[in-house]
């Protein structure tokens, strides 16, 4: 499967964006999802999972009750609405995939996914 993100811009904090990932290439209603970041001279971190149904989701404590991940199957497309953003949100943006994973599952560590979008840069200014 192969993922294009974007939605990415400036924004002053306090504002919100709502970042997409289009796949192509294969159906994404059989792969777990997740968000992932890396800010300026930061390592690549965990924003928010998505289970293959929808059902399940998590996110990493920087972001939570501020961000929400969903996905339209039908669309073959997952989202990340961020609100309240934050200068220390700024970083790039990579939505992730996941094959042969589990219904119900949920997967929080990067290593697990096979195919990444190529990021989307979020600056959030003071």
């Known amino acids: 499967v192969q993922l294009q993100a974007s939605g990415g811009g400036l924004v002053q904090a306090g504002g919100s964006l709502r970042l997409s990932c289009a796949a192509s290439g294969r159906a994404l209603s059989n792969y777990g999802l997740g968000w992932f970041r890396q800010g300026p001279g930061k390592e690549r971190e965990f924003v928010g999972v998505i289970s293959r149904g929808g059902g399940f989701t998590d996110y990493g404590d920087p972001v939570k009750g501020r961000f929400t991940i969903s996905r339209d199957n039908a669309k073959n497309a997952v989202y990340l609405q961020m609100n309240s953003l934050k200068p220390e949100d700024t970083a790039v943006y990579y939505c992730?995939?996941?094959?042969?994973?589990?219904?119900?599952?949920?997967?929080?560590?990067?290593?697990?996914?096979?195919?990444w979008g190529q990021g989307t840069l979020v600056t959030v200014s003071s």
């Open positions: 992730a995939a996941k094959s042969n994973a589990i219904y119900s599952g949920i997967y929080y560590n990067a290593a697990d996914y096979g195919a």
